[in-house]
DNA sequence: GATTTTACGTA
DNA sequence: CGTACGTAAAATCT
């Protein structure tokens, strides 16, 4: 059946989608599928969201009987969809008119075909949230967003879409296009560039711009290319820095230095830019306006963060990330100018919706986490290569026995070979990936947890530990051991303080540093937060110097305790609080797990009983299954099942919390840490959501408490170096002699009170000393004294 | 050659 | 149906 255009003819919003599907072909309805899973119910839920109704828009489809397969392809004569047939020409030119006759003022084009026969263009992706001029009725207002199939398909698409239908709710009160007042001088020559920087420096009145380089990745350093300024959302210039006659280069960069010291500057990711500047040229940016993707961060931490993204939430300009290749000097000057502009629009937001204080606390991170990424890390090459040889022999000894044992030559490494050997060579039971959900399919695997699996039940046959070690040892050689060094024998890694991720469910980012490949430096494997403990003794101290690391105790498990009001295991916290290590073991709470699962006293424990305690508290803390219990423990389902029951028993508190967790999330699906750092969790509702919260509390309350840790004493103590940070311990360099002293320091930095309801407590701090990361001496110290003299308890 | 999948290291 | 993070090698796409 043909399918009409419904809603009211006075409509100020037009939402366009593709073509019909089943239920809308049969009843002649656009979204009329309103099945668990249905396009119609998803657009509801978008618009409902976005605070409109479906019966205030027109909607209607571009072609208007379904296609064979819901292919939109039927209707084009290419491949490429984009020269369309007779017949979808017709539709087009009924839309044409209809677009004409009822002249809402904003028309929503959802998803690729709506947006192709509109304007012409296919990048929804790209796109999305930017107003467009429409092609097919000049002088309408398109917006671009995905279609709520797109969205059940990848549900991180949802919000976008839902932001976009807000901001199509604003432009829908006129059709008036939004004037472009911007004056952007892209590619000027460095005298204009320099002049345009000497009266900014002259203009009192001006006191903040924004500053975006390009830079020339390939060597290390970052060479800078391309240079921009704005001095308001409207003004902005970039100049081309190839080519400079010296004495020119030179100007720019002493221009630079004193506008930089005049103003107060919006970076979006300041340490990269701040890096490069200081690095290459040693101007130092001391007046930080804002970091942009750092307010993104606070405001929205499951939202992609590039300016792209950003700018078409906060702002009314034309889209330019698709000038990047072509015409990289208006691409730079669109980047000064949106930046300007997103900065203020973010800086309302964050005092509107209380994020401020987060922003402030993460920006204050930015010096040290770039001091760091600068300084890196000192690599021992002979240590170093004594490890390489070392794990390289044991990987040719394993693939010898390997190959002798099969009897043919597979790469271990390829999870396809692997899987013809295993499971149809050998005919080995095929074991299958941990589906997220029932309805997604079985997929084969040969990863770590499928081999000790066949393992276990499989006893006797070596073949499986044989290739879990060859697999260990060449991961180690290939991510940790083959690696690149600075010409000072160096590693450098960016962390960074919003966290960069993009996993199928989008970001989450919890507060917690990452950390990654350093474009400034590259040199060592990137991420220093997941070097193995194998490898660790390769990282040493610099000439003179001593590796500190300072960890918090059980840092997660308190949080946790506190959170749940579990009041015997708090009092136990408070007992072994500024004890030694060795003083310690009355206190032990996975000892007291273990004492109550089994019923037992205190010296039958052994370190069995104690290894179960302190998995299941750890794996029942963030609500894991039993399968997961069973393999980690190398246990039976049935046992595992068995346990977690006498464990919640024992521990009802925990089932409560869970509860109390999904009541606050509940309430606009947000949640706060100890400090006060809202998340707003935008996955779809269920179990996976309800996990993902309760690991929120505790793991970002630690993050933000190493972080805030880790700033005092880069901003109190001048003469410890922060040196590492690793999620809950912080590692600096401490001049050879002075370790005692600088732990008394230390602990005066990090020993630091936390709220929650009217209770105060303490997280402890362990201490180790060593001269390479690997060969850490635990510090066994009785803190008591010193702790009521300073804290006073 | 670019992108996706699979696997695996850390807290 | 632990969560969070980033990277390397293999597989796959174009």
Request: proline content about 5%; some cysteine; hydrophobic content about 40%.
């Amino acid at each position: 059946m043909l399918c009409r255009t419904v809603g009211p003819l006075d409509a100020k919003i037009m939402l366009i989608a593709e073509a019909p599907g089943k239920e809308e072909d049969l009843t002649g309805e656009p979204f009329m599928n309103m099945r668990a899973f249905g396009a119609g119910r998803t657009l509801n839920q978008v618009l409902t969201q976005a605070g409109i109704s479906r019966a205030e828009c027109l909607i209607t489809n571009v072609a208007r009987e379904r296609p064979p397969g819901n292919k939109i392809s039927f209707y084009f004569e290419d491949k490429g969809c984009t020269i369309p047939k007779p017949k979808l020409r017709e539709w087009i030119e009924l839309l044409k008119k209809e677009i004409i006759l009822y002249n809402p003022n904003i028309i929503v084009a959802l998803g690729v075909t709506a947006l192709w026969a509109l304007t012409g263009e296919k990048k929804v992706g790209e796109l999305r949230g930017y107003i467009l001029p429409c092609s097919l009725v000049p002088g309408k207002k398109v917006l671009p967003t995905y279609h709520p199939q797109h969205i059940n398909n990848e549900w991180k698409t949802f919000y976008p879409t839902v932001m976009d239908i807000r901001k199509a709710i604003r432009h829908s009160f006129s059709g008036e296009f939004p004037v472009d007042k911007r004056i952007l001088l892209p590619g000027v020559s460095s005298a204009s560039f320099v002049s345009y920087m000497e009266e900014l420096i002259q203009d009192k009145n001006k006191d903040r711009i924004s500053l975006d380089i390009e830079t020339n990745g390939k060597l290390p350093g970052s060479h800078i290319t391309i240079l921009g300024i704005a001095s308001s959302p409207y003004s902005a210039i970039s100049t081309q820095l190839s080519n400079l006659q010296e004495a020119d280069e030179l100007r720019l960069w002493q221009i630079l230095a004193v506008l930089l010291k005049e103003k107060r500057v919006a970076m979006h990711n300041a340490p990269f830019d701040k890096g490069v500047l200081w690095y290459n040229h040693h101007i130092l940016i001391e007046n930080l306006w804002m970091d942009t993707l750092i307010a993104a961060h606070c405001l929205w931490p499951e939202l992609p963060r590039d300016l792209g993204f950003v700018a078409s939430l906060c702002l009314d300009v034309p889209p330019w990330k698709g000038t990047a290749r072509n015409d990289s000097l208006y691409y730079n000057v669109c980047d000064a100018a949106n930046t300007f502009g997103i900065a203020e629009v973010l800086e309302a937001e964050l005092l509107r919706t209380g994020s401020k204080k987060t922003y402030d606390f993460e920006s204050k991170s930015i010096d040290l986490s770039l001091m760091m990424q600068l300084q890196g890390i000192k690599c021992g090459i002979t240590i170093r290569d004594e490890l390489k040889k070392e794990i390289q022999e044991k990987v040719i000894e394993q693939k010898k026995k390997l190959d002798l044992l099969v009897g043919k030559d597979v790469n271990y490494n390829s999870p396809k070979q692997l899987q013809q050997l295993l499971y149809m060579d050998l005919g080995f039971p095929v074991q299958y990936k941990r589906r997220k959900s029932i309805n997604n399919p079985k997929v084969v695997t040969t990863d770590s947890n499928a081999l000790s699996k066949l393992s276990i039940e499989l006893g006797d046959n070596p073949i499986f530990n044989l290739i879990l070690d060859y697999k260990k040892n060449s991961k180690l050689i290939s991510s940790f051991l083959d690696i690149t060094l600075s010409s000072n024998d160096t590693v450098h890694t960016s962390y960074n303080i919003t966290g960069t991720s993009t996993d199928d469910e989008g970001r989450k980012s919890f507060g917690r540093w990452s950390s990654s490949a350093s474009i400034i430096l590259p040199y060592g494997s990137g991420n220093l937060q997941n070097i193995p403990k194998a490898v660790r003794k390769m990282y040493i101290a610099p000439e003179g110097y001593s590796i500190l690391q300072a960890d918090y105790v059980q840092a997660e498990a308190v949080i946790v305790a506190h959170l749940c009001g579990d009041y015997k295991l708090i009092d136990m916290f408070k007992n072994a609080f500024g004890l030694p290590k060795s003083q310690r073991r009355p206190y032990d709470i996975h000892i007291l797990t273990a004492k109550e699962m089994f019923g037992i006293t205190d010296d039958k424990v052994t370190p069995r009983h104690r290894e179960i305690g302190k998995t299941l508290r750890h794996a029942l803390s963030y609500a894991a299954g039993p399968a997961v219990l069973a393999t980690k423990l190398k246990i039976k389902l049935a046992q595992a099942k068995q346990l977690m029951t006498i464990y919640h028993q024992k521990n009802p508190q925990l089932k409560m919390w869970y509860t109390r967790i999904q009541q606050d999330l509940q309430q606009g699906r947000t949640l706060y840490n100890l400090f006060g750092r809202s998340h707003k969790f935008l996955a779809w509702w269920g179990d996976d959501l309800f996990r993902s919260g309760y690991s929120y509390i505790p793991q970002s309350t630690v993050g933000d408490l190493l972080n805030k840790a880790f700033q005092d004493v880069y901003y109190n103590v001048d003469w410890l170096t922060g040196y590492l940070q690793l999620h809950d311990a912080l590692y600096v360099l401490c001049p050879e002699g002075r370790e005692q002293e600088a732990m008394k320091e230390l602990r005066k930095q990090m020993i630091i009170p936390i709220t929650l309801r009217d209770e105060t407590f303490y997280i402890d701090v362990d201490f180790s000393v060593g001269k390479s990361w690997g060969e850490m001496e635990e510090q066994d110290i009785d803190w008591r004294e010193f702790d009521k003299e300073n804290f006073g308890f």
